[in-house]
């Protein structure tokens, strides 16, 4: 495993699971928790690492703080393959492990979904994202994370004069974000022009039936069996032409490598961490605007707070909405006045609150 940085947020804890009678590794870091127990994904990939995982429940602590919950930030990765045939003895060994961890509240995360936490709840009395048949707001089904994407595209597109009705918008990854963002911003007029998945990706200039190829990916598994449209690379999506690019799922896709080939005017991260530092960087001097992971795709756990409240699903959209929007602003207007980053300006607003809640503990 890797060395984790330290610095002063946190992380507080960092656990390793490993069980060879079980043939489980995992990780679970919480990083913070000044602002209340943590909160964040589990997520199942063969290639998870801890240095993964703590830089994603960073992106909590400041996700969950910038959008006013009353949770810290954590994650863990299970170090599987995501379609393992023992999933749920896997996940049921995983949450006996953690039981104790009550500093941690798992949501679901890639490879990882609503039954799956309902073994996690089974077992240790706390999850998030739990089906509705037992009271949950079932965060993937309802597309929450999808539906604050649109929400973040409404208040970003006039600050890059992009007209959402009719915008182009090409996603990488079609899972749960993917598929929800291109739907809710259907809703809004935007078209979507091109998609991937771990297979490959399709791309047609004129549009993209949404329906079409919503039945593709559920019958056929994935996104390049569409007919109409052009064949490519998982990773050309983020370079074809377009208003708006989303990425959709794995971390570190937009790099040195792709940045100066990126034509899209805004970049609405919903995946966690999609981009470099330095990328992220090279976007601002290029002039395109590029919301943070923390700000755009905080709609799950917004909704996994409301569930852990045991608010409604209205109540969740509602939130989901007025927080998403009102973040989408106050950065983008930090950004502009101050000359920095976005990412920079919603760190020193996520970071002060933590730090205020830190005072008050002697940890
Ligand atoms: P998912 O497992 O439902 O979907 C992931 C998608 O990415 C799949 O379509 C998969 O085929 C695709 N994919 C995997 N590797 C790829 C590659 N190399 N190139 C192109 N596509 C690839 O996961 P999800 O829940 O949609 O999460 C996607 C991302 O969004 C993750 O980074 C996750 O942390 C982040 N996120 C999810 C939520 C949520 O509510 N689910 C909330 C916030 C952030």
């Given at each position: 495993m890797e060395n984790v940085k330290t610095d002063e947020l946190g992380p507080l804890k960092i656990t390793y699971l490993h069980s060879q009678k079980a043939d489980l590794n995992a990780v679970i870091v919480v990083d913070n928790t000044a602002l209340g127990p943590s909160i964040g994904g589990v997520r199942v990939s063969p290639s998870v690492s801890a240095l993964e995982v703590a830089r994603?429940?960073?992106?909590?602590?400041?996700?969950?703080?910038?959008?006013?919950?009353?949770?810290?930030?954590?994650?863990?990765?299970?170090?599987?393959?995501?379609?393992?045939?023992?999933?749920?003895?896997?996940f049921r060994v995983f949450a006996k492990l953690i039981r104790g961890l009550d500093e941690y509240i798992p949501g679901p995360d890639m490879g990882s979904d609503e039954q799956c936490m309902?073994?996690?709840?089974?077992?240790?009395?706390?999850?998030?994202?739990l089906p509705a048949e037992i009271g949950g707001l079932p965060l993937d089904k309802y597309g929450a994370?999808?539906?604050?994407?649109?929400?973040?595209?409404?208040?970003?597109?006039p600050y890059v004069e992009v007209e959402l009705e009719g915008a182009k918008v090409a996603l990488h990854g079609f899972g749960n974000v993917g598929r929800a963002a291109a739907s809710f911003l259907a809703k809004k007029g935007a078209v979507l022009v091109a998609a991937s998945d771990s297979q490959g990706?399709?791309?047609?200039?004129?549009?993209?039936?949404?329906?079409?190829?919503?039945?593709?990916?559920?019958?056929?598994?994935?996104?390049?069996?569409?007919?109409?449209?052009?064949?490519?690379?998982?990773?050309?999506?983020?370079?074809?032409?377009?208003?708006?690019?989303?990425?959709?799922?794995?971390p570190d896709v937009i790099s040195m490598d792709n940045v100066h080939s990126i034509k899209a005017r805004l970049i609405l991260q919903g995946a966690n961490i999609p981009a470099t530092n330095e990328a992220e960087q090279e976007l601002a001097r290029m002039g395109i605007l590029c919301i943070p992971d923390f700000i755009a795709n905080a709609g799950g756990v917004i909704m996994a707070a409301m569930e852990y409240a045991r608010k409604t699903a209205e109540d969740a959209f509602k939130a989901i909405s007025d927080r998403i929007?009102?973040?989408?602003?106050?950065?983008?207007?930090?950004?502009?006045?101050?000359?920095?980053?976005p990412r920079t300006a919603a760190e020193e607003i996520a970071k002060e609150r933590v730090f205020e809640a830190m005072k008050a503990r002697d940890y």
């Amino acid at each position: 495993m890797e060395n984790v940085k330290t610095d002063e947020l946190g992380p507080l804890k960092i656990t390793y699971l490993h069980s060879q009678k079980a043939d489980l590794n995992a990780v679970i870091v919480v990083d913070n928790t000044a602002l209340g127990p943590s909160i964040g994904g589990v997520r199942v990939s063969p290639s998870v690492s801890a240095l993964e995982v703590a830089r994603l429940a960073r992106t909590m602590t400041l996700k969950n703080s910038i959008a006013g919950l009353p949770h810290g930030g954590g994650k863990a990765g299970i170090i599987a393959g995501p379609r393992r045939a023992d999933k749920e003895h896997m996940f049921r060994v995983f949450a006996k492990l953690i039981r104790g961890l009550d500093e941690y509240i798992p949501g679901p995360d890639m490879g990882s979904d609503e039954q799956c936490m309902e073994w996690v709840h089974e077992e240790t009395g706390r999850a998030t994202g739990l089906p509705a048949e037992i009271g949950g707001l079932p965060l993937d089904k309802y597309g929450a994370t999808g539906f604050g994407l649109s929400e973040c595209a409404q208040v970003a597109c006039p600050y890059v004069e992009v007209e959402l009705e009719g915008a182009k918008v090409a996603l990488h990854g079609f899972g749960n974000v993917g598929r929800a963002a291109a739907s809710f911003l259907a809703k809004k007029g935007a078209v979507l022009v091109a998609a991937s998945d771990s297979q490959g990706a399709v791309f047609n200039g004129e549009g993209l039936d949404l329906e079409e190829l919503l039945e593709i990916k559920k019958g056929t598994g994935s996104v390049i069996n569409y007919g109409d449209a052009t064949r490519m690379g998982a990773e050309d999506v983020l370079t074809v032409p377009c208003d708006i690019l989303i990425p959709a799922a794995t971390p570190d896709v937009i790099s040195m490598d792709n940045v100066h080939s990126i034509k899209a005017r805004l970049i609405l991260q919903g995946a966690n961490i999609p981009a470099t530092n330095e990328a992220e960087q090279e976007l601002a001097r290029m002039g395109i605007l590029c919301i943070p992971d923390f700000i755009a795709n905080a709609g799950g756990v917004i909704m996994a707070a409301m569930e852990y409240a045991r608010k409604t699903a209205e109540d969740a959209f509602k939130a989901i909405s007025d927080r998403i929007r009102q973040n989408t602003y106050l950065i983008i207007g930090k950004s502009r006045s101050e000359n920095k980053l976005p990412r920079t300006a919603a760190e020193e607003i996520a970071k002060e609150r933590v730090f205020e809640a830190m005072k008050a503990r002697d940890y």
